[in-house]
Every structure is written in C-alpha cells, then in structure tokens.
C-alpha cells in the first residue's frame, strides 16, 4: 500500500478533485499555502495503482511541482477495498519511479559495498579449500552484489547513462577485488603454512563445480536475474534474492582466486569463464524480466532526455546491451564447447566401458578439465572415477581410454583413473564388487 502526497496548485483542483471522485478514489486534503491557494492532497492506493492514478492525474492537466509517494501499513477508507479490487491485475506492482528509486536505494556506499564483498569472498575462499558447502553458503548472505546488478538492469530499461556505468562499474571493480582478495587469502595461508601447499581441486567438490563451467551453472544465474527483476518490480523482499545472485557470482570469483594463488591455470580459466557468463546472464535476464513486465525508457520521466539522447550517439541501453550481449555471447560459447567436450568425454568413456572385460566396473563421474590450449597450447585432461571389485586391477584401462578420446578429439588427451574400492555381498554371488 502506498500514500501519495501530491501538490495542486488553484487553477488546477477543480479537475484533478473531479478525477478522483470519479473514479471513487478516497482523498484527504491538507492545509493549503495561503499565499497561491495551492493544497497538498493526500491519497491511499493500492501499490499497482500508483503509476496508472499519477498519469491520469497529469492527464486531467494536473502540473505538480510536489509529489511524494510513501509505504503504508494499514489503511481503512470507504473505498479503498474496492479500488485494490480494481487494480489488483492491472499495471505494474511499481510505479517507475519508485522502482528507480528502490533500485538507487538498494546500491550500497562505496566502502560497505566493496569491504562486504572482501569479507564474503574470503568466507566462500574458506569454505572451498574446506570443501565445506555450510561455509560456502555462509559467503553467499553477505555479498552485496544484487544492488549493482539491479541497477545497472534498471538503468538499461529506462536508458539512464548514469544507472548503467554505476551498476556496471560497481559488479566489474566488486568482482576484480573479490578475485584479488581471494588470491591474496591464498597466498597468505600458504604463507603461514596454515593451508595446503598443494591444491588438489578435482578432489574438492567445492572447486570441482566452480570450474567447470556447465549449462546447470548458468541455469542458476538466469533464475538469479528473473527473479531479482521480479522482486524488486513487485514489493517482494530481495534479501533471498541478492543470495542466488551471490550463489553464481562469489564462490566462481572466490575460484579464480585460488587458482591465481596456487598457480592452477586450469582451475582460474575456467572458474572466470563461469564468473563472466553468470554475471552477464544476470544483468541480461534482469533487463529482460523487467521489460518483460512492461517498463520502458519512456516511463521514467526523472530523465534528461536531451542528455541521454543525444544525435549521433548510441542510445546508453544500447551500448550496455551491445556489452553484456558480447561478454554473454563470448563466455557462453566457452561454456557449450566444455559442456560438449564432457559430453564427448562420457560418450566415448562408457563406449570402452561396455567391453566384456569390463563388465564389473561402474561408471561415477567423468570430470573434463575447461580447455586451455588457445594460452598454454597443453594437452586436455579428463579424470574418470569408476568402482571396481575389491583388489581387482585393471593397468591397461587408462591406456584404452586415452585411446579412446584422442580418436574421437581432435587434439592431445590426457587420461587419470581413479578406482574406488568397496565389498559387497550378494546372495548370488560370492565374489566381492566395489
């Protein structure tokens, strides 16, 4: 619910106060200035009726020079009920300068934001060499990113140049000190020798799933963008909101930190292969789910339209949408080549598998490293966990495999096994299988 508060000047009361009576809408009407006879009304709306009651009160030649719109926790006039009735399907949930206004409100100071942002991504760096998810989750309530990226979303929608290079500024320079911060961390803790000299990533979990970069990732930050635009356009607290959007970016930056910090190209590469295209397919999806919702440029009348406009300059939406689109459209195509190397990787790895002598293995995971060959011209690696029968061996299974992937790739395949050893009975059979 909202209170408007809204100026009318004398020349102007006769038709704004017939408007609202029309329209059954309550109203109370304050003290007015004695000097130009201009009164302050005060009126109760439901929130999807704010935007539709300002315009038809500018339509019925309404030029206010004051106008306030503030929350309400209860209201009880004769009419209200029938008016949140109404408008309940109709319009936006907010009006577009409340939205600004939510979205400006939302970006934290430039010390808390960026101090938060260290704090979180030493807490995920933590919880990835801990290969604890509790910890990992932790980092995720702190980060403050859903304010930059809300901005920078609505800025794009109403074409506001100062909206977009704040929002777009705070997420690239948040995530630029989240990564060195991590990487200092690392290097601090090896250090002190508190922390492995080592990094064993395809061994933490934690890590294993920051980098490499699959559709499922990226499914996280298209539903972390859809739903920060829905929420802020609908009055819907965004506190759990700014943690699925901290859920794709900080532990993918906290990655590429570790790998800097232990010298791992391949963990680094592909957890900011992962960080780029999450943080582009926020900020896309955002912008997309609040035009989806129907919020325009020309809504936002707070604007300069001569300084946003100018001839013979790109519109400001349209060069952050020329932006994003690249780094989505860049760091995506990165991310469907990994998916169909490990999809490859699989297909030829359960093709050797289905062999006679290899009946009494299972298949776990196949693990593909993310390609570097374009920087370091190395070798792929791909580690296939499978379980086997208790001290059973198998020497010529990696060589098979290896043979395998390089036929079907078309460059240089590194191969790892690891066995997984376990004993179970069957009442059919007395030999032991992992």
């Not at 932006?323 to 999809?343: K, N």
Request: glycine share 6%; aromatic share 6%.
């Amino acid at each position: 619910m909202r209170l408007i508060y809204v100026s009318v000047p004398e020349r102007d009361q006769p038709d704004v106060f017939a408007y609202l009576e029309s329209e059954e809408i309550d109203y109370l009407v304050l003290p007015a200035d004695s000097e130009t006879d201009t009164v302050v009304i005060q009126i109760p709306l439901p929130t999807p009726a704010v935007e539709t009651v300002l315009e038809d009160l500018k339509a019925a030649g309404l030029e206010s020079e004051y106008t306030v719109v503030t929350s309400a926790e209860t209201v009880e006039t004769p009419n209200f009920e029938d008016i949140e009735d109404r408008y309940t399907d109709e319009g936006k949930d907010i009006a577009p300068a409340e939205l600004r206004s939510r979205a400006l409100e939302m970006d934290q100071r430039t010390v808390i934001y960026y101090i938060t942002t260290l704090l979180s991504v030493v807490v995920a760096a933590s919880g990835l060499l801990l290969d604890a998810p509790a910890v990992v989750v932790g980092s995720m309530v702190i980060a403050p990113q859903v304010g930059s990226a809300l901005k920078a979303s609505v800025g794009t929608v109403f074409d506001d140049r100062e909206m977009i290079v704040d929002g777009l500024r705070s997420q690239v320079l948040g995530l630029l000190l989240a990564i060195a911060g991590a990487a200092v961390f690392g290097l601090a803790i090896q250090w002190l020798g508190v922390g492995p000299t080592r990094l064993p990533s395809l061994a933490l979990e934690q890590i294993q799933l920051r980098v490499s970069p699959g559709i499922l990732s990226v499914i996280v930050a298209i539903a972390a963008g859809f739903a920060a635009a829905f929420s802020l356009a609908t009055a819907v607290p965004t506190a759990l909101v700014g943690v699925m959007i901290a859920a794709a970016l900080i532990p993918a930056a906290a990655a590429v930190g570790i790998g800097i910090a232990w010298g791992v190209p391949t963990v680094a590469v592909g957890a900011a292969v992962l960080l780029t295209v999450n943080m582009a397919a926020i900020n896309m999806t955002g912008i997309a789910g609040l035009w989806g919702l129907g919020y325009r440029p020309e809504d936002d009348t707070s604007q300069d339209t001569e300084r946003s406009r100018g001839v013979g300059l790109l519109r400001p939406a349209v060069a952050a949408l020329i932006i994003i689109s690249l780094l989505l459209a860049g760091s995506g195509y990165l991310t469907v080549q990994h998916v169909a190397f490990e999809r490859t990787a699989t297909d030829s790895v359960e093709e050797v598998l289905s062999q006679p002598e290899y009946d009494d293995l299972g298949l776990v995971a196949v693990k593909g490293q993310f390609s570097q060959t374009a920087v370091l011209d190395e070798p792929r690696k791909v580690t296939v966990v499978v379980k086997r029968p208790a001290d059973t061996e198998y020497p010529d299974l990696a060589q098979s495999l290896q043979g395998q992937l390089t036929a079907r790739m078309d460059h240089p395949i590194v191969v790892e096994v690891e066995f997984r050893d376990a004993t179970i009975a069957r009442p059919d059979r007395a030999e032991t299988f992992s």
